[in-house]
């Protein structure tokens, strides 16, 4: 399943992982860029 990700400083990700705690995790560890921690994170919903 496809996930969009919003952090609050850094924009939006769209994440194909299987659950929600997965696309988090998945975003945060793809973008060191991103200054939220992964707790921050949070999934849109389209």
Known sequence: MKYTVRA??????EIEANSEEEALEKAW???Y???DDVYD???VDE
């Open 41 to 43: 994170m949070e999934i």
């Open 33 to 35: 860029n991103w200054e």
């Open 8 to 13: 609050s400083k850094s924009g939006y990700a």
């Open 29 to 31: 560890c793809a973008d």
